[in-house]
Structures are given as structure tokens and as C-alpha cells.
């Protein structure tokens, strides 16, 4: 029986131990209340935790079985901007200091390490800049900045050898020239080498967002220095996402799926179309399909056919008998689509400003084509008297309207604005957007 007491006391301290925790102090205080902590996955991030955020300080202790790797906290919204990742050891507490200027870790020696690593690598960078754009051609200085940069590579991966963070230092390591390069020269050659230390079958690096920012790195800055017209620089991305594309053939295609999911995306936001449905028609939706990824082929399927620059979706309706079009529709430079309800209390609002910008134009400047999406056509019909220039279309069953749903509409109200020609050209949110594209159209 004391041998039995002895070994419990023996193993009480060794959980104790293990048992590792976060710690930081937020400013201001007061705007900031709770938090939620992730882990990092190749997919996607899992939920671990929440908690409250007290009088600017949080505290969070990991549990004994939490595993090591990348962790991401979240302590506002919208959470894709307002977070920070840190690594997680399991053998050293966390703590740190979060203010307007960002984190800044005052105890883990992984996550002081990783913060030094990029701000001393950068402001060798920002020297290297320096040096070219100054116009030097002093191959001695020159070659003394680069083995400043290998010198400062070379301490950081002995300080951190044995630790999760050594394989993002070591994968960030950059191209090193042996002899002076000329910026076109060195331009290249940082390109040839981009991806030279990066594993990318590390488990590290997959459950992190390193990799993904590493490719969109690629694609949008790997470009050789000269002057581009728009289809050269549509080329030049195509080309670095089939550099991209055979760097993580290897990968599980669930993480392939991830890493071009997230250079779709960006394009989309970017409103780079030709680029955004190349990658879908290319890489993404053959992959999807492998995968039976039924939402995601929707996604991708609806961007491209509502993209900027594509005809819109065919709309059809009938009035007094007789069948109408929207691409048989004439005599006007613009075409506005708005999807509203007349029991949407803003677009009720919005409509009366809608008709006075219309009035306030040419008379062929525009043509608003009204979808109401309702539930019965009462309320419809009465609000639609107010506005008799507009082409008004009656799209029961809301929410489930075959309109609706082609344009992919999930509020009320939603503006398409197509030019002569019914190709989509803008999407705003309300009149207020609608008269600023249209000001920065005539100042272009």
C-alpha cells in the first residue's frame, strides 16, 4: 500500500508539470472581452477552447493531452483578421503583451525565436532593397549583405535546433548569391530557388498556415522585372501556379484542395477572374470532383457564372402574354438587376434613392430590372406602382425563386449592375455604391 502511495505522489508532479499554459495583457483593456483558441490543421482550424478576457488579461492553461504545433487566438471579429498564431511546445509557458502594433511574446523561447528570426531576416531584406535601388554596383558590399543574411540563417537554426520552429526558419531560408547579380538576374534566380528548402510534406509546416503564404508569395511577386500588359501578366500567374502545382503534387489531395482554395479565394477577392477560374477550371474543380466536394463545386460553379466580366444569367419573365428576356433587352448603357422584398424595411428605403439616381441620368443611361422575391404578391403589387419605369419581376417562393437562386441571392436587396452587352460589371451593396462606381467610371 506505500509502495502504491509513493508512485501516485511520484506521478502527481510529472502531470503537474506537463501542464503548460498561456498567459497575456491586452491594450486597451476594455475592448477586448473573450477569446477563442484554435489548433492549426492542414484542412482547416479545430475549435479547442474560449474563454473571457478580464481587465485586459487572459490566462489559458493547455490541457496534458493538448498536441504541439501551431495555434491560433482569436480575440475579435471578424476572426479571419482579428488573431494571432503562436507555436505550442508542451514544454514551456507562453506569455505575452498584444497592443495596437500587434503580439510580442515576453516568455517561449519558440515563439521569441520565430518573432526574432523574421524582423532581423527582414530588415536584411529591406537593405538588400536599399542597395539596389540606391543604383550601387559595389560587389563587395553587396556580397557582405548577403553573408550577413546567411550568418544571421545559419545562428538562428543552431539556436533553434530541436524545436518546432526550426522547420519554419529553416524553410524560410533564402537564396544566397555567391558573386554580385544584377536585379533582373537576382530577380530570377530568387524565383528558381523560391521553394528550395520547403518541405512540403512536413507535418509543421502543413498544420500552419506557412505553406499556403508561401504559395500566394509565389504566385504574386515571383514575376520577372519588366512591364506588363494585362493578358502578359495573366500569363505570368498562370505560369507560377503550375511552378505551385507540381511543388505539392505530393501532398494529399484534401491539402491540395486547401492550398488552391485559398489562391481561388484570394483572386475572387482581388476580383482577378480570368486568374480566379483559371485555377478552379484548372486545379480546383477537378479536385473537388475527385473528392465528391459537392459544396465546393457550387461555390466555384457560382462564381464563374456570376463573375465580372461574364454575361448574366438569363432571366426570364412573362407580362400581359407576352414572354420577355433580359438578353433581348435594348436601348440602354447599363442594366440594373436589384433583388428585393417588399418586406425588406431597406429596400424600402433603398428604392426611393434608386429612382431618383436613375431619373437623375440620361434617359438611356440605365434600365432597372426588379426582382421581388416574395411570398405573396399583395404587398408586391402595391409597392411596385411607386416605381412604373421599372422592369418589375415576381419571383414567389423567396428564398427557393429559381431567379434567386441562379444569382446566387441570400439577402435582400442585391444589386448586379451589366453594361450594353448584359455582362456583369459591378455588384454593389446599395445606391451609395452604386453612384460611386459609376463617378469613378466617368473619372476613368
Known amino acids: 500500500m506505500i509502495r502504491k502511495l509513493l508512485l501516485i505522489l511520484c506521478i502527481i508532479p510529472l502531470f503537474a508539470q506537463a501542464q503548460k499554459s498561456i498567459s497575456g495583457t491586452f491594450s486597451p483593456a476594455e475592448e477586448y472581452k473573450w477569446f477563442i483558441l484554435y489548433k492549426l490543421k492542414t484542412t482547416h482550424q479545430e475549435y479547442i477552447d474560449n474563454g473571457k478576457i478580464v481587465d485586459g488579461k487572459l490566462t489559458y492553461t493547455f490541457a496534458t493531452d493538448a498536441p504541439k504545433g501551431m495555434y491560433r487566438l482569436v480575440y475579435g471579429m471578424p476572426q479571419e483578421s482579428e488573431n494571432f498564431d503562436f507555436i505550442y511546445s508542451g514544454a514551456e509557458d507562453i506569455t505575452f503583451v498584444f497592443d495596437e502594433e500587434g503580439s510580442d511574446f515576453t516568455e517561449s523561447t519558440e515563439n521569441k525565436l520565430n518573432t526574432s528570426y523574421f524582423s532581423s531576416v527582414n530588415m536584411i531584406k529591406r537593405e538588400i532593397n536599399e542597395f539596389y535601388q ?75 498556415d506557412f505553406i499556403a503564404d508561401k504559395i500566394s508569395n509565389y504566385v504574386f511577386t515571383a514575376l520577372p522585372l519588366k512591364d506588363y500588359t494585362g493578358k502578359e501578366l495573366i500569363e505570368a500567374y498562370k505560369k507560377n501556379i503550375e511552378v505551385v502545382s507540381k511543388k505539392i503534387a505530393t501532398v494529399p489531395l484534401d491539402y491540395q484542395k486547401t492550398l488552391f482554395t485559398v489562391l481561388w479565394e484570394q483572386m475572387v477577392v482581388l476580383e482577378n477572374e480570368a486568374i480566379a477560374i483559371y485555377v478552379a477550371d484548372t486545379y480546383l474543380l477537378p479536385i473537388a470532383k475527385q473528392l465528391n466536394d459537392a459544396e465546393l463545386i457550387k461555390r466555384l460553379e457560382t462564381h464563374k457564372r456570376l463573375a465580372f466580366g461574364v454575361v448574366a444569367p438569363e432571366i426570364t419573365w412573362v407580362k400581359d402574354n407576352k414572354t420577355y428576356k433580359l438578353s433581348e433587352q435594348e436601348g440602354s448603357e447599363n442594366y440594373i438587376i436589384v433583388f428585393w422584398s417588399s418586406t425588406c424595411s431597406h429596400c424600402l428605403k433603398e428604392f426611393p434613392k434608386l429612382k431618383a439616381f436613375v431619373e437623375s441620368q440620361d434617359k438611356d443611361k440605365f434600365k432597372v430590372i426588379a426582382v421581388g422575391l416574395e411570398d405573396e404578391r399583395a404587398s408586391w403589387a402595391n409597392e411596385i406602382s411607386f416605381y412604373p419605369d421599372f422592369i418589375h419581376i415576381l419571383g414567389l417562393e423567396k428564398w427557393d425563386n429559381e431567379i434567386g437562386n441562379t444569382y446566387n441571392v441570400t439577402s435582400t436587396p442585391t444589386f448586379f449592375v451589366l453594361d450594353k452587352d448584359k455582362r456583369i460589371i459591378g455588384k454593389p451593396y446599395g445606391v451609395k455604391e452604386l453612384e460611386e462606381f459609376f463617378q469613378e467610371e466617368v473619372k476613368e
Do not use: C, W
Not at 559595389?138 to 550577413?148: C, G, N, S, V, Y
Open 134 to 208: 540606391s543604383g550601387q554596383t559595389d560587389k563587395e558590399a553587396f556580397l557582405t549583405i548577403f553573408k550577413t543574411l546567411q550568418d544571421t540563417q545559419d545562428i538562428f537554426e543552431k539556436e533553434a535546433a530541436g524545436t518546432i520552429v526550426y522547420d519554419f526558419i529553416k524553410a524560410s531560408s533564402a537564396y544566397i548569391p555567391m558573386k554580385y547579380e544584377e536585379p533582373a538576374e537576382m530577380v530570377e534566380n530568387i524565383r528558381k530557388h523560391y521553394f528550395d528548402h520547403v518541405d512540403f510534406l512536413n507535418p509543421q509546416l502543413q498544420n500552419s
